[in-house]
């Protein structure tokens, strides 16, 4: 079966690190992104991408970064982690090329403590 | 500025006992009002999709509605393994683009 799966599911790493969370997946979307979410916020857009090599900017996107190198994989960058980026961070994919739908495939979360 | 919120923060239901959870939304270009179910430890997991006002989706115990001002999802005969957050989210045109706005959601607990 299809599906989307992030890694690692849990990490905690040091203030100013640069931390990598992967995003693959095998449904072939072209549609990719990358919330995080944390109480009394719900999910916030941090960055998007409609295809090879188009990355977009989300809500809350600084201290982050993503590339498109492939259909499969979107991974998410955090710089220089701070301890504002603790959080659940999901990976989401969706069919179609071109406008944002709200038909979203997410996968299981990574959750990140920065110290 | 848009906005989405949800209602309750939480209920907690007997099994069996029928209630709705209400999602209003203050936003201009809506392109289409989505539900997620969340699980513990889960990411969320598509529901249905409105499109337009008096639209209604159904699957298994659920019903959702939508109106020009919010939308329900109404949950018929509970049963524990209902128990989840639950999701709105809208999608709108603003500022040149589409984006997707999610609500804080509602935590439901249903008790056997």
């Known amino acids: 079966d299809a599906e989307i799966t992030q890694s690692p599911r849990h990490k905690i790493t040091e203030t100013g690190r640069q931390v990598t969370l992967a995003c693959h997946q095998t449904w072939n979307h072209n549609n990719m992104f990358w919330y995080r979410q944390d109480l009394g916020h719900g999910l916030r857009l941090i960055h998007y991408?409609?295809?090879?090599?188009?990355?977009n900017k989300g809500e809350v996107s600084d201290g982050y970064s993503v590339s498109r190198s492939n259909t499969e994989d979107l991974p998410l960058t955090l710089e220089s982690a701070a301890s504002s980026q603790t959080s659940v961070y999901f990976c989401?994919?969706?069919?179609?090329?071109?406008?944002?739908?709200?038909?979203?495939?997410f996968g299981e979360g990574s959750r990140l403590t920065v110290l | 500025e848009d906005q989405v919120t949800q209602s309750p923060e939480a209920l907690r239901l007997q099994e069996g006992e029928s209630s709705s959870l209400n999602c209003s939304y203050t936003?201009?270009?809506?392109?289409?009002l989505f539900w997620y179910r969340q699980d513990p430890g889960k990411g969320p997991e598509f529901l249905f999709t409105l499109y337009s006002a008096g639209e209604e989706k159904e699957k298994e115990r659920l019903k959702a509605t939508l109106t020009k001002k919010e939308s329900f999802l109404h949950i018929t005969a509970p049963k524990p393994e209902d128990s989840a957050t639950y999701l709105c989210?809208?999608?709108?045109?603003?500022?040149?683009?589409?984006?997707?706005?999610f609500g804080t959601g509602t935590k439901l607990q249903v008790i056997p």
């Open positions: 991408s409609y295809g090879v090599q188009d990355t």
């Open positions: 989401a994919s969706s069919v179609g090329a071109g406008p944002i739908t709200g038909e979203l495939f």
């Open positions: 936003v201009s270009g809506l392109r289409g």
């Open positions: 989210a809208v999608q709108l045109f603003s500022g040149g683009y589409q984006k997707v706005t």
